[in-house]
């Protein structure tokens, strides 16, 4: 048996079998548990080395071959399965809670799949392919079933699209690419294809408009799910690259042009969400904001660029399920998430009214709060290279505040009903306080993720060394 064989094929099958189950409430408790097993499985199951289970040892191998093609997963690739998994089941509980669609079960576990083998597969260039496919699924995901594609579906799947071929063709060109002398002409086209490639998976300034537009046309937990995943899928994917070929790590301008593009997607996304009014494009603007910090933590050469990398990973999943999950509950009375509508929501929904002000300061690393810790680690190496970048780190952040502070003033304010009353159920206020306490807690001990991030930059040879 083989580690791509479980972490992949079989939750596809069952993906494939989970979309013609027409029972909700069985898909929704089929899509946890998979989800959970395969997180314990990529916990407990060695890889490489044999489980003796009475008379029976079991030896789980790295590589499966498909038409020529390998796909391996190793034991430095656990942590990420555990991380992936374990999200994935976290998100169905909190769509599941939202009383989102039950076909977002599938659909999300073929997503993840699909991603999955694009980081498993050799050559790695066909990753770009899988990551396609990945992005074709997700147009049902995001589609609503009322409405037909708005502007910010069709961005979405224009601007994905277009990274392919560019990133493709800079494959092509490294392929030509060695020590020689007479090759190395090749390096600066393959570059800017490379980069090219990847402005637009990224969804790098100014090709990140799609992100507020689709906001506003799919569904929050939809929407938290895709933001969630592509772009950890795109960074990871262009940490390979970084690990595999040494002329894109030393490159003397490199650390340069990822400070100044997260710099620009902060800053800019920081003033958009000052001025923001709907809650909708706010998250969005706060998701822009944090594939920014991830390419300000890319920047800083050594090690410690890496670990913060991965240390933004687990606070940004949580805050930004917990948000998508309070903001389904408001929407689903609501038929529109502008401040207008939305005023003094906060007094007939105060746990999730309470979701969205704390998971959005927990964004912008507002003290106490699960994002501090490592958005206080990345502000002062961020200072340590440049001044005037920590400025403009500051800047952002205050912008993403007073975006906080504006939705609080108006999810409080006092409107013209009289009386304070809760219209969540009893399974969302408890689960709302639960993630109350879990944005609270890790904020306090961030610590105790500290064993699964340990481990993550071990995927690479070099850089996380």
Aim: aromatic share 12%; proline share 5%.
């Amino acid at each position: 048996m083989s580690a791509p064989l479980i972490w992949i094929f079989i939750p596809t099958v069952f993906a494939v079998m989970i979309w013609i189950i027409p029972n909700e409430r069985l898909v929704a408790w089929l899509g946890i548990g998979i989800s959970l097993i395969l997180a314990l499985a990529a916990w407990l199951l060695p890889i490489e080395t044999p489980l003796n289970l009475g008379n029976w040892s079991i030896k789980i191998t790295t590589t499966l071959t498909i038409l020529g093609r390998h796909l391996n997963l190793s034991s430095t690739d656990q942590p990420l399965l555990i991380f992936f998994y374990s999200s994935l089941c976290f998100w169905y509980i909190c769509s599941r809670i939202a009383g989102a669609s039950h076909k977002h079960i599938p659909y999300g576990l073929l997503i993840i799949t699909l991603l999955i083998s694009a980081l498993a597969v050799e050559p790695f260039l066909y990753a770009a392919l899988l990551i396609e496919i990945a992005v074709m699924v997700s147009i049902p995901l995001l589609k609503s079933a009322k409405h037909p594609p708005g502007r910010g579906l069709m961005r979405y799947l224009t601007f994905q699209t277009m990274a392919m071929p560019f990133i493709l063709f800079s494959g092509w060109l490294l392929t030509g690419v060695t020590a020689g002398s007479g090759e190395l002409s090749l390096i600066s086209q393959a570059a800017i294809f490379l980069g090219l490639g990847f402005v637009f998976l990224l969804a790098i300034f100014p090709f990140n408009t799609w992100m507020p537009l689709l906001a506003t046309e799919t569904h929050p937990m939809a929407l938290a799910f895709i933001l969630w995943i592509l772009p950890t899928v795109g960074f990871l994917f262009g940490l390979y690259f970084l690990d595999n070929f040494t002329w894109i790590r030393e490159a003397n301008n490199l650390s340069v042009i990822l400070r100044a593009s997260g710099l620009l997607m902060i800053v800019t996304g920081g003033i958009w969400a000052a001025f923001q009014k709907n809650l909708q494009r706010m998250m969005a603007y706060a998701i822009i904001m944090e594939t920014g910090y991830s390419l300000i933590a890319l920047s800083i050469k050594g090690t410690i660029g890496v670990d913060i990398f991965f240390g933004l990973l687990i606070p940004r999943t949580f805050a930004l399920f917990l948000w998508a999950l309070a903001l389904s509950i408001i929407l689903d009375k609501n038929s529109s998430a502008q401040f207008a509508t939305v005023k003094g929501m906060g007094r007939i929904y105060p746990f999730a009214a309470s979701i969205i002000i704390l998971s959005h300061f927990s964004m912008a690393g507002l003290p106490l709060l699960a994002g501090f810790p490592i958005h206080q680690a990345l502000w002062e190496q961020l200072g340590i290279l440049s001044i005037n970048g920590a400025i403009l780190y500051l800047v952002a952040t205050i912008g993403l505040l007073m975006g906080g502070i504006r939705t609080l003033a108006v999810l409080v304010t006092i409107t013209n009903e009289d009386g304070f009353s809760i219209k969540e159920n009893w399974l969302q206020r408890f689960s709302l306080s639960l993630g109350i306490l879990l944005l609270i807690i890790m904020g306090i001990f961030p610590q105790w993720a500290a064993p699964l991030l340990s481990q993550l930059p071990s995927m690479f040879n070099h850089l996380g060394k």
